[in-house]
């Protein structure tokens, strides 16, 4: 998977495996810190020190344009923060990401520009590595992109466009809850700077060690209230278990010697993760080992986010009504939100006119599962917007979703495959055998697999079923979730 990354040693040097390579306790008093970064320093044959990221794993982008007018009185001008001119110090450390720009089919034809300054600046600094440098150098197809970078403002014009579109009181509702608990930029970047230093301090014991900031935060579904998820990337391929838990009981002894982390606590799950507050922000992080996948599907799902405006605000209300009615909780045998998110897309790709094309079929080249882990944020970047002939608006869509779940969709017959767009018959696998299957689009595994009690199963079901029975009739939002406490969670 790392084999072009210049970035991760060689092989044999790692064919002791992870818990040979790093034994025992860590390295954390003064002295040892030092060696460590001494060594670092030596081991570069023109005396500068080698550390990563060579390749910076996403672009932040400040926002530097000029927000279309909103009108005055409109819900859209409230609870909106701008970031100022000025910048602070971790400017140039921020986390990078070049974004997926406009959609286009395969066949049809689209302008080309010149590279961006920011890439040829790069290239000419030699901060790229060979294989890159052909990739990097396509131009880009569109001097629009659909996605914006990181850092800069949300798209207002998005927002303005659906408020011109929601006539009905239940499209109104939705967008105002949409909205009043979107993730921020000022959120995004409050996570951003944790990051960026939990990257350079864990690099003193893993120097050849990366950080990703995944999930929510990243993908475009997020809310204010999110918390944040990152990867902890620290040599090729996989981590199995027990080396996850080796590595993450090293890190949460490390943390408590960094100041701005409190409460470090080991979660030995199958996926094992390492719980903390960065107390500068107040969030919450959940860091796992190696889980490439979640890097993988972040930019696959944050391409689906920003391709039509109303997959956004339809995922944060499924997601807020799924939450109040406690069926969003994995951990409790029900659904996590990336299966929701997962259901929704599925939804929405499926419709006789479909409001999101399916990518994967699209675009195999841009979302191959075996691509290196450094080229996944760039690669979507050619992706131009999809411009979809279905007319629905918010309200019609989110009372869609809960009919297709209440009466059309088979849970005893069939898979949800985003991947391909359509529903896959159940087989006698494992990971099958459940009551409710989705498919995860990279490594084809059962997202849903929490879902193990029969009486957890039928409460999801007949939650679809009275929420769709009940906004049928009524057509307003507070009826299935209530608008004013869930602004209030945020």
Known sequence: MFSRSPGFPHKQRQNNGLLNQFPGPPIFSQQQLVEVQRNRTNSNS???????????????????????????????????????????????????????????????????????????????????????HSRASTPLS??????????????????????????????????????????QDDDLERKELCRAQLQRDIQRLFPYSRIYLAGSSLNGFGSR??????????????????????????????CYTLSYIDRPQLIRAKVPILKFRDKVSGV???????????????????????????????????KKWASYYRINDASRGTLSSYTLVLMVLHYLQTLPEPVIPCLQKDYPECFDPSMDIHLVPS????????????????????????????????????????????????????????????????????????????DKFEAIKSQFHASWQVLQLRRDLNSVLPLQRSKQKR
């Open 142 to 183: 569109s001097p629009t992109p659909a996605v914006p970078s990181l850092g800069e403002a949300s798209q207002d014009s998005d927002l303005i466009s659906l408020r011109s579109a929601a006539k009905d009181k239940l499209s109104q509702q939705i967008l105002e809850l949409y909205v009043s608990c979107e993730q």
């Open 284 to 318: 919450e992080f959940d860091l796992n080992v190696n889980n490439i996948v979640g890097i993988r599907n972040t930019f696959l799902l944050r391409t689906y986010a920003y391709i039509e405006k109303r997959v956004r605000p339809i995922v944060l209300v499924i």
């Open 46 to 132: 023109h005396g500068l020190p080698f550390c990563l990221p060579v390749i910076p794993p996403y672009q932040w982008n400040s926002a530097h344009r000029t927000p279309p007018p909103v009108p005055q009185g409109s819900p859209l001008a409230k609870g909106r923060k701008r970031r100022g001119d000025d910048h602070s110090q971790y400017e140039l450390k921020r986390q990078c990401y070049s974004p997926p720009g406009p959609y286009i089919r395969p066949a049809a034809t689209a302008s080309r520009s010149p590279l961006p300054t920011r890439l040829e600046t790069a290239r000419a600094a030699g901060t790229f590595p060979s294989d890159v």
């Open 379 to 454: 690669e979507p970047r050619n992706i131009p917007p999809f411009i979809s002939k279905n007319q629905f608006t918010l309200g019609e869509l989110f009372l869609g979703f809960l009919k297709y779940y209440a009466t059309v969709f088979k849970w005893d017959k069939h898979v949800i495959s985003v991947r391909q767009a359509k529903v896959i018959p159940k087989t006698n696998c494992t990971d099958w055998r459940k009551f409710i299957c989705v498919e995860e689009p990279f490594n084809g595994t059962n997202t849903a697999r929490a879902v193990h009690q029969k």
């Open 225 to 254: 209230s999110s918390d944040a998820d990152l990867c902890l990337v620290i040599q090729e391929g996989s981590v199995n278990q027990k080396d996850a838990v080796h590595v993450l009981s090293l890190v949460q002894k490390f």
